[in-house]
């Protein structure tokens, strides 16, 4: 049997070999509508090639699987170790975060051939290891896939941003046609007693059937003051309502570290609206589309997020309040599964509207107020693979409940994403939130 | 009877214009033995020059106190308004803060002439307000206080930074002797429940009786899981053990952000230590001085701080699990009114030793690894004065507890201080916390 | 007969059309063993990629032949009149030079097609034109040329650059074996009188027989004090002499700016050196390759240049000088045609060893110590064809002779390149001069 | 007889001592009427404070003609060799240059009293060598008094822009009442044949009876074409008509490099200028004042005024041509020494109105087109002083005749003074020229 044909098989079935082989080729079909050009493209440091993040994945495997756990494995390309580690400090040297823009060799078609390479030496560990019951391996790969899954939602960030830079705005894939316009709903706000709350992920390590990052962890108890949680997300019509009211131009609904960015960068807008003719667009990954108003305005930072809530008299909300909220599901919202590739306006039937949040998850990752730092009792694991979130505990803002380029799959009401406040090139939204209103305030 | 005699006469007595009157003479005093070039010096942004402080205080009661309150004020010179004016968007323009070392003109004696008209009108003012018993007067000149004995930090921080720049090393204030050396105490951990807590300041507004700032309130409970304080700052020698372990070319123990300030930077001890022949000396307010090693550690940021604690197995405390055991008190501490200027080896009797940590007031400023962000409830004042303290609740980190540079009277266990992570020029220093050790773990 | 037989046909013959149809052929060719991703590497502002000279050369037929002279031309894609419009403000706005490898659309696939479209359109006109006689437009077809041979120049500049950046450090063309090493010929001075000299070229505008760029005109008289000229280049032997002397560490060789750069940058050998395990590499377009004593240093700034003469006891020729020998011809040398890709050392025969400078043309552009600047009358065209060279008249040095990137055809002793004194990644050479030995010196 | 008295007695008399104390004071009293903090200022790298010229001109008689020729002569401070060298890399490190304005220390009091002992040890030992008749001694001297006029220049170009920065435009000599405003003569130029000329200075060394720096040497023969020169300078007037017809906004007139400047600073007018309510303002020396429309224009960098000639269809002279008709003389001007401290519209009785150029010397410094380069044959001093003029030799242009902050004494015809095509805090202006109107142009 063929290597496609056992990658193609081994992609029908749900066990671990299978969601492996399955998520694995669901990042090369990202890249099957780019040239080789654009899989190459880096504008800023932050948003890598998506050849880069095709070989870095492969990488990662490699680095953490193969290399420890799969006895004589020798790896494809040992200078691949310095180009395709992204921050690993405890395995050795990193080729510039920078630079990654400037690695036309290995070509894309090499790091497609890198990526099958490594894909049938997990497959085959993983084959073996069925036997033997390996339970670390199987945490690995498990990482291995929650790991692809971010950057596959990274790719499509990057990407959007990478072609962004280009006057003729390409899109990364054509729209045969508009979907239909959607009416907003009403914003409301619906009240939480808060006390006391359970937070965080049960259990420890990388679980294969509880998995979790170690930043979710330990689960711990919080105390929550009573607050008022929006019933959907803010529209482009609200926000543009804010810019019209001259929001960018007036120091007082911002942070003075926001006021600053506003000031240096020129923000007048979210990132990718524009005006021509006196028309809004949005850049989008379908190209350059007319603003939807009722859609939830994504690709703001955090900046404007706080700034937009002081202006509308509301603040964001703390982590601790979106979870303890969230925690009662459904997991379910528009995520990258959909194939939209962007937010899309809330939708409710009669029943619960005004009664349950709305896009809680999916759509656009939702700036909280709280800053990214460790639960108590916090504790990376030992070695390289503790780097993978520790040490990013300082200026960063926590976002939660994933977006319409995140997988379904790696999203939990525990997840903890973090950026920082002044980023704008995620999928991030804003959800507001209130404190309830008091007699002697 | 003179000006400068009712300044005089003011200044006996513990009445709120007494207070007034001994405080603004503090702060002209503090400039007694610089010359005009001194008081001129700005190296970096952060470090204002001493003049600009001088003016800036009495900007504050102008702008604050009389020009809303004192009917008829003229101010002494309309054109301050833009060159005194620290950060208050709702007043108006600011003089760029990095250009301040270029104003010459006012010059050193016209600022301090500056000073003694402002004074005398607040005087005045409330020698008619005690009349009338006017308690937003009386609120708004308590709030000038406290600020300008935080500018009196400042300017003590400020100066050190910027004569430390001239390879003369000037000392700010000659010592006759060095005082005598002390033996540092044993570290130690005690142990704390946690559990529910109250935090914060009660009350509301500047009360004149029970004075806090406005991010201290409102108080609020939090649950606190079991911990462990150290009973010291940790000292010169121990930090040493650190640089000497390798800990400033060891990317593990760091954040992600702090490694990178290493890196651009160069960092490879606290910003006043220097090695000349072999021998570690730092730079202080009192000149050149061989290193104390049973000192406190200063001017370390929260990078190194949270790196020394890593490697030292240990972490920074919370600002909740600091303030739950400061808030028992005794408010005592080495403080600016001790004339040290400088942080001292931690001092036990028998009976506390191991039992009551020390050094929680005074010396350094303590880093927690909290996040300066808004308690729940927290509202800003309206107006101008409203940008004292909220517009800044992001990118920075908490510290608490005060230095050797901070007027006692100001200090309390509510205090929250807040300085980026990178910030060194600060008396700021390291308290040790960690978790207790469990059976499981 | 197809496009592609007829551009082949044209490619044959030495008319015009015969000419353009074989310089456009060669500059396609060049990108022959490049993958797309090579084509569109951009490491710094200065280095272009490959794909944007093959469009800018294309562009500039249209907007200066086809676009004024092409009765109902239609452009291939208006927007490139912005992409791929390096600097003509006349003509209109352009994309920012940094950011061209921001630019994966059109892709290299794209833009071959539009060489394509370009070259028929000309090649059509052409036809037509020699019916007509125009000669304005002939000017043109020949000013393109040359413009077309600058950049087939800058394309291997360039894309050496940009692969150089790469750890792989991959070869432009992969060598089959070592050319044979050879010796280095003798360091000798040759005498020359001076006195009254002409010197540029004579002529206006672009005319076909007697191609010359407008810098290079009014041809005009200078006065010459006596001078000595080397007999060949400095050869990385004796670079290497200087490096070892401490060259790079000593300011006293160098300009001041030059000593700045060197600081700033930690120069410490020529842009394309390397030790690895003590022995001396050069990178160059076949891959890394060991460092041929006798062959000429290149690409070294003016004012390393600059340094190693001084450090010699020399001096760089006066662009007076060069023009005054190099006009005596032959004008031959390494150039592009010999396909060697990279300066070789000097060979003479015995007859004119030491009596004729030899390198003269190709192998290195020879850095003068003239600024470049216009000649007495010198005027720019009219329009924004007059851009082409007078607006870079300030901050930069004149070189001269070619290099063997540089196509022979487009080389005359009258020819003017121009770079700043710091730039390095054009195959940049050393010819010394010296001052006669006087008596009472 | 005291120093003081000694000092005042030396000033008297014309010999060398005479001279040395009488510059020497003159400098000192350029301070008089300034702050401690006015003489510590710094703006900008370029801008060094007034009392590092004090000082730096004190250390360069002792690092030049004390320490190498007073036996047994002690450094008042060892230390100022590092703060107050300037660029000598022969001597020594320097404290480096965009930091001397935080050298407090040592105060202005100490500075001035450091120039006392200088001078006291200077006087000593020339009147000791007046004995001994050193020509060496006494030729240092005499290049210390220039260097010393430099930085009497230097002063007051540096105060002017540092006062600048503050917004209440400080005046450095308020003024009593205005000048009589003048009428502009009109504008013509003056034909000149060319042919060959004798350009530099005869002699070699810094001879007592010629001086003349190293840069002017040696005398040598040039090649002229035929050349007009504008009979004055260009005024104010005619400059305002270049920014009204949009000369700012138009790169056409631009140099590539000075169009990037234009953009990069937002340039839309000379250095100096402001417009108020509709009133245009030049900053001067003497505070804000109405801009006089017959006045030279002054304080524009080398890019505008090559812009400012290409839009009137001129352009800038080279340095040869303007010397070729200033050695005609004679040497006089509106110099430092009338105490105008600006330039001033030019006046001419009727016998040479049109026949001979005015302005030649004083007023502005006149930007060339040439480059600063070595004449032919030209060769530094060894040692230390060598490095006082040939290592600046890339990237500056000419400018020559001094200008109305120059001392008369230290200006010639043959003088070159230097600097970056993008400087302005000099005061700098434009004199036209064109070539001959030619029958076949």
Known sequence: MSLAKKLDAAATDASLAGRFA?????????????????????AIADTSPAKWHLAHTSWFFEAFVLEPYAAGYLPVDPRYNVLFNSYYNGIGEQFPRAQRGLLSRPTLDEVLDYRQQVDAAVLELLAET????????????????????????????????????????????????????????????????????????????????????????????????????ANRLVTNAEFLEFIEAGGYREPQHWLSDGWAEVRQHNWTQPLYWGRIDG??????????????????????????????????????????????????????????????????????????????????FGDCWEWTQSAYLPYPGFRAPDGA?????????????????????????????????????????????????????????
């Not at 391996?137 to 499509?156: N, P, S, T, Y």
């Open 22 to 42: 399955a998520l694995r080729a669901q990042s090369t079909a990202m890249v099957a509508d780019l040239s080789a050009e654009d899989c190459n493209l880096q």
């Open 130 to 229: 069925d036997h033997l019951g390996s339970a670390e391996i199987a945490a690995r790969v498990e990482l291995g896939l929650h790991h692809e899954a971010q950057h596959q939602e990274l790719l499509l960030t990057d990407i959007k941003y990478n072609l962004f830079q280009n006057p003729l705005f390409p899109a990364y894939r054509p729209l045969d046609e508009l979907p239909p316009a959607a009416e907003a709903l009403p914003l409301t706000y619906i009240e939480y007693a808060g006390g006391k709350v359970e937070l965080g992920a049960a259990g420890s390590g990388f679980a294969l059937d509880n998995f979790a990052f170690d930043n979710e962890r330990p689960r711990h108890k919080a105390l929550l003051t009573p607050f008022r949680l």
């Open 279 to 360: 028309q809004w667009l949005e850049y989008t990954l379908n190209g350059l589309q007319p603003l939807d108003p009722a859609a939830p305005v994504s690709h703001v930072s955090y900046f404007e997020a706080q700034a937009y809530a002081a202006w509308a008299g509301a603040r964001l909300p703390t982590e601790a309040e979106w979870e303890s909220v969230a925690a009662a599901g459904p997991l379910t919202g528009n995520f990258l599964d959909t194939g939209s590739l962007h937010p899309r306006a809330a939708q409710a039937d009669a029943a619960v509207a005004g009664e349950t949040p709305l896009q809680l």
């Open 385 to 441: 693979i503790g780097e993978y979130n520790g040490k990013f505990m300082s200026g960063q803002m926590v976002l939660r409940g994933g977006s319409a380029m995140s997988r379904a799959f790696h999203v939990r009401a525990t997840y903890r994403n973090f950026f920082y406040p002044r980023d704008r090139w995620q999928c991030t939204g804003i959800r507001l939130a209130s404190d309830p209103v008091t007699s002697d305030n």
